[in-house]
């Protein structure tokens, strides 16, 4: 079972993320039933057609305070726990099992069922670790809570974590973290040094980069000179990016499209309204994006990053689907949240990132110099760029080959070879059946 970053399948780095890990646990353990929450099952079935939809609104109940904290909760966690010692055949613990679900919400019920039953829990491609979504972390720590309740073993992977210290949060994530076993983060200038402190173990730790280099690096292209600019900047309140700093950014980048010639090109990440990367990027220039650049899939996101030769990014994932395809990075941060993502993935990739803080002085001025520098990047630098993506390809898979030891049931490591991932083709229609 599948908690993904984005439940509504809004966010195309979550997506693209959450496709990388369940195809690589369908390789493990081929024909695996492989369950992902979600309050978008047709959106699920689009992206990920070989997952099996879970509906996310039980997730919620079960997570509410007042839900957990009961008596009658405290009673249903020690049933399921005591019948799966007590009856370990699967027939009759699975009735024992729905008499202790008995009276629950129906959502809350089948939430429980999915999880009691799971060999794995596994939390895919999550950033909102940290101190920027208190909520949502205190809901996933929750969460792994009433797994490791239920005896399900946990792993997390392509994770953000960070930064966090808020106390009550950092001490509740010291009484859990430890019990999950594997972590593989993003990047390693925050989350193993803040996970070793909250008593997480060294070797339950894993630096692999984020899973979306994957099908990036898969889709680069082999030849060719690009001449546009990409632009994706996150304007959410968790991002910081104030009006100042749109006018700046937009003024800098239309000169910079006309002293060089280019294209400008959005590279989408966010779908959610009202923070819709595509909208900030009208924003920004003055001018609708063409139909062409409104893309909802991560082929589309992937594609638009590959045409570019620098993009200018205040998301991290727009970052991501450029720099492991060989384009030079700009990343534009104004919250310590989206430092420590630019700054992980600037240690990640080298010389091709560059990161400007978008509250400093002459902002127009320095991402205009910015985008010069990376305009003329070596091709030994991009040649760089790329031999880090294939790297992070293999720590991420060999990550992933570790689960067999952390889940109830064994499997085979990854077998090499060529990448998995192939979000090339259109996604499949939305009337198709799930598989598995």
Not at 54 to 82: C, F, M, N, Q, T
Not at 127 to 150: H, I, N, S, Y
Not at 253 to 280: C, F, Q
Not at 319 to 326: C, E, L, N, R, S
Request: a neutral charge.
């Amino acid at each position: 079972m599948i908690d993904p970053g984005s439940h509504a399948a809004l966010n195309l780095g979550d997506i693209a993320m959450l496709q990388v890990a369940v195809a690589r646990l369908r390789e493990l353990w081929p024909g695996a039933d492989v369950a992902v929450l979600t309050t978008d099952p047709a959106a699920l079935r689009r992206h990920c057609p070989a997952a099996r939809a879970v509906p996310a609104p039980g997730r919620y109940g079960w997570l509410r305070a007042d839900a957990r904290a009961s008596a009658a909760a405290r009673v249903v966690l020690g049933g399921v726990r005591a019948t799966r010692r007590r009856l370990p055949g699967a027939a009759r613990a699975g009735i024992e099992l729905e008499r202790m679900l008995r009276g629950l919400d129906d959502d809350v019920r089948t939430y429980l069922r999915e999880l009691a039953r799971s060999d794995l829990f596994l939390v895919c491609g999550r950033g909102g670790t940290c101190d920027a979504f208190p909520d949502e972390t205190a809901e996933l720590l929750g969460e792994l809570e009433t797994v490791r309740e239920l005896g399900v073993p946990t792993a997390m992977t392509s994770q953000g974590i960070g930064p966090l210290s808020d106390p009550g949060l950092a001490r509740r994530a010291a009484r859990i973290l430890p019990g999950v076993g594997l972590i593989a983060v993003r990047e390693r200038l925050l989350a193993p040094h803040l996970l070793e402190g909250l008593g997480v173990q060294g070797d339950h730790i894993a630096v692999t980069g984020d899973d979306a280099v994957e099908p990036a690096f898969a889709a680069r292209s082999s030849g060719g000179s690009p001449t546009a600019i990409g632009l994706g900047v996150r304007a959410g309140a968790y991002a910081e990016v104030g009006p100042d700093a749109i006018d700046a950014i937009g003024a800098s980048v239309r000169t910079a499209v006309e002293r060089h010639g280019a294209d400008v090109v959005p590279i989408p990440i966010s779908l959610y309204p009202g923070e819709a990367d595509v909208e900030t990027f009208e924003r920004l220039l003055g001018a609708p994006a063409t139909a062409r650049d409104r893309a909802d899939t991560t082929a589309g996101a992937i594609d638009a990053a590959g045409r570019c030769r620098v993009a200018v990014t205040g998301s991290y994932h727009g970052g991501v689907f450029a720099a492991a395809q060989g384009v030079p990075v700009v990343g534009l941060v104004g919250s310590p949240y989206y430092r420590a993502k630019l700054d992980g993935l600037r240690d990640a990739f080298g010389a091709g990132v560059e990161v400007l803080g978008v509250g400093e002085p002459r902002l127009e001025q320095r991402l205009a110099e910015a985008i010069d520098r990376a305009w003329v990047t070596p091709a030994s630098d991009r040649a760089a760029m790329l031999a880090a993506a294939e790297r992070q390809v293999a720590a991420g898979r060999e990550a992933y080959s570790r689960l067999a030891a952390v889940a109830r049931r064994p499997g085979a490591a990854l077998r090499p070879g060529p990448v998995l991932v192939d979000v090339s083709a259109d996604p499949v229609p939305a009337t198709r059946e799930p598989v598995g």
